[in-house]
């Protein structure tokens, strides 16, 4: 079961079982050289989508239309993990 999320990409914010399309983020940074910090995209991307406007004159829809749903980020591991040989 789905915890909801607190803060949502715009208007993406319908129940899972009635989502169309589900978002989620990805908080990686260890493919990143010298300046890291990517870990932190999903969370600001959701916090400056709060001003976007949800209708689309290009393809003539609005986001609220549409079923989609933002669920969080995921929770990836960053420890090693030892494999045994046999």
């Known amino acids: 079961m789905l915890t909801p999320n607190i803060e949502t990409f715009i208007a993406c914010e319908s129940s899972y079982e009635d989502a169309q ?16 910090g990517t870990r932190f995209a999903s969370r600001v991307i959701r916090s400056e989508s709060f001003g976007l406007e949800t209708y689309s004159p290009y393809q003539d829809k609005d986001l609220e239309e549409i079923q989609v749903i933002d669920s969080g980020d995921l929770e990836l591991s960053f420890g090693r993990v030892d ?3 046999a």
């Open 83 to 85: 494999l045994a040989l």
């Open 21 to 36: 399309t589900v978002l989620f983020g990805a908080p990686y940074d260890s493919t990143t050289s010298y300046r890291p």
